[in-house]
Each structure stands twice: as C-alpha cells, then as structure tokens.
C-alpha cells in the first residue's frame, strides 16, 4: 500500500505541476497553432509484446515495473507550399527528431495497474515555422506531455505449462490521459487535455500470437495548416512468431492509424505507420525484454500523414514482473 500511496502522490503531481508551469504559454506564432505534437507514438510502458501498443498483461501485484523507449522519427510534420511543380513543394517543419520515454508501472491487484510516462525530446532539427514567420524558433530539445493511465484485466491471459501448447487470450480496458504539459512553442504538447480509453486483446497458439487495440483520443479541434486536429480513432494490429523458445527472440509485424473523428477540408487526415521489430526476453522469468523495431508511415499521401513519422527507429527496454499463473 505504501508503493501505492507514493505512485498516486507523482502521478498527482503529472496533472497539476505542469499546468502550473506551462499553462499560461501561446500556441501560437504568427497565427499558426503550435500546440500539435509531432510524435503521435505513445510508447507504452508495463509487459508490451509489441513496439506501438499496450498488452493485455499486466504487472503483478505489489511490484514495479518500467520502461524506458528511445525512437528516432524522419519528417512527422511539414508544411506544403504552391511551387511551379504541380505536386508543389514541402518544407520540414520538424525533419529529424529523437525522443525518450520512461515510464513506471505499479501493481495495485493481479488484475489493475497504474502508470505514468515521461516523454523528452533530445534532440530535433527542421525549418519550424520560417515559411511562414521568417525565422526559424524550433530549439533543438523539447518536453513531450506527461500522460498517465491504469489498466484492469477482463479476462486472464494464463502462462502454459512448458509441454503445452494450448490456445490462450487474454483482454484488458485501459484509459490514459494526457496532460497537456509539454512545450507549446515546440510542437510537444497538445493544445487540451486528452483522455484515451481502449480495449487491447492478445491471442496465442504455439509460438504465433496476435495482438490488437481499439480506442480513441478524445481532445479539443485545433486548426493546423488546413487541417482539423482533433478527435481520433487508435486502431492497432500485429502478429508475431517465436524464433526462439521461451521468448528468447520473436519476429512481429504491426501497424497503427490515428483516423480523424473530426472533419476535414477536402483533405484527409489518417496519419498511419507499420513497424517491423525483434523482441528478446533473454532471462528465466522472462520479466525483462528488448525490442528493436524500424518502420514508417504508410503512402497515404503526404497531408493524410501529418504526425506520422517517414521513417522511425525504436529501441525499448522493458522490466515488467507478471504473475505467471493466476489460477
């Protein structure tokens, strides 16, 4: 109960240190909202299998988990121009962008977890805004938005016995919200508050397993260069198989799109990516893992595809103590 008290004392001071500290700030510079983060990957923390989305595991009652995410994405956001080229021509808002993820979970029940995650940006470069202002305002570091979430188990995904290969599922209701409370001259924060319920399922038959998420990003519509960001869809997919025994190395394929609940003007909005990744869980408990994942966005066009990254790299490190029978 100790560990809960103090998980629920930070992720108290997530929601309302930042708002203190940022929510004064524009998001705006020469009439263009700057409150539109450039990376739309939420690196998930707790027993993920996949690169992009949630599992429906969660972390064993009393104990801690972690995670820590780096990825570098290629162009997420640009800013298309008239050109004597009849497909015009684009700048780079943001161009190259490297950004971390720590996250820490607790184990309230077998069933319930609690977590919250910390995004940086360490390192990004581009044009900004010079297009349209001038000059160009975009500083090479930024703070993402703190987000926080729980998760409850519906239904057990149960560890087999090691001569056994049964077919088992599992599904978990998650809810995260984000805070708002990164930088909102440097593309890092959302411009309102974001609330994000979801349904994620997992399914395994030997050594292939699939996994899906279902949810949304609830937010406020901010006008973005012609574009209404606002409201989405979460839709993710993907499916894996064991290249080694006992999760000592997986191979899986996933994608993830953002369709937009708001409408548009004569543009679509469905920034869409895939990513390809390597999975190892080299110990005995298989609490510890390594992902290394490269993938893009899908050619959907290029205004469909804002916020969505050309090429992305992640690596992730994940500790998450589970339960292995809950019978």
Not at 39 to 68: N, Q, V, Y
Not at 282 to 288: A, E, M, S
Request: net charge neutral; proline share 6%.
């Amino acid at each position: 109960m100790k560990r809960a008290a103090c998980l629920a004392q930070w992720i108290a001071g997530l929601l309302f240190s930042p708002a203190i500290a940022f929510g004064s700030t524009p998001c705006t510079a020469s009439s263009v909202n700057t409150c539109v983060p450039s990376d739309s990957f939420w690196a998930p923390t707790g027993a993920a299998r996949f690169i992009g989305f949630s599992s429906s595991r969660t972390i064993a009652k009393g104990e801690l988990g972690f995670g820590l995410t780096f990825d570098y994405q290629r162009r997420p956001l640009f800013l298309w121009t008239p050109s004597p080229w009849p497909a015009g021509s684009t700048s780079p808002i943001v161009d190259h962008q490297v950004n971390a993820s720590f996250g820490v979970a607790l184990g309230v029940t077998d069933h319930l977890e609690l977590y919250g995650t910390i995004p940086v940006t360490l390192y990004q470069s581009g044009s900004g805004l010079e297009a349209i202002t001038g000059s160009n305002s975009l500083r090479t570091t930024a703070m993402g938005d703190l987000r926080f979430g729980f998760g409850y188990t519906l239904v057990v995904m149960q560890e087999p016995a090691l001569d056994e290969n049964p077919t088992i599922f599992g599904l978990t209701l998650r809810f995260e919200a984000d805070t708002g409370s990164g930088d909102r001259t440097q593309f890092g924060a959302e411009r309102t508050a974001v609330f994000a319920p979801s349904v994620v399922a997992d399914w395994r038959r030997s050594s292939f397993f699939l996994g899906a998420q279902l949810g949304a990003r609830f937010r406020g519509t901010t006008p973005f260069l012609g574009l209404n960001y606002g409201s989405q869809l979460f839709i993710a997919a993907g499916g894996g198989i064991d290249a080694l025994s006992h999760d000592q190395l997986s191979v899986l394929l996933e994608a993830r799109t953002l369709p937009s609940l708001v409408s548009q003007n004569e543009r679509s909005f469905i920034p869409t990516e895939w990513t390809l990744s390597l999975r190892s869980a080299p110990f005995r408990r298989k609490n510890f893992s390594l992902s290394l994942g490269f993938g893009g966005s899908l050619p959907l066009g290029d205004d469909a595809n804002t916020t969505a990254a050309r090429t992305r790299i992640v690596f992730a490190l994940r500790f998450a103590p589970q339960k292995t029978d809950h019978r």
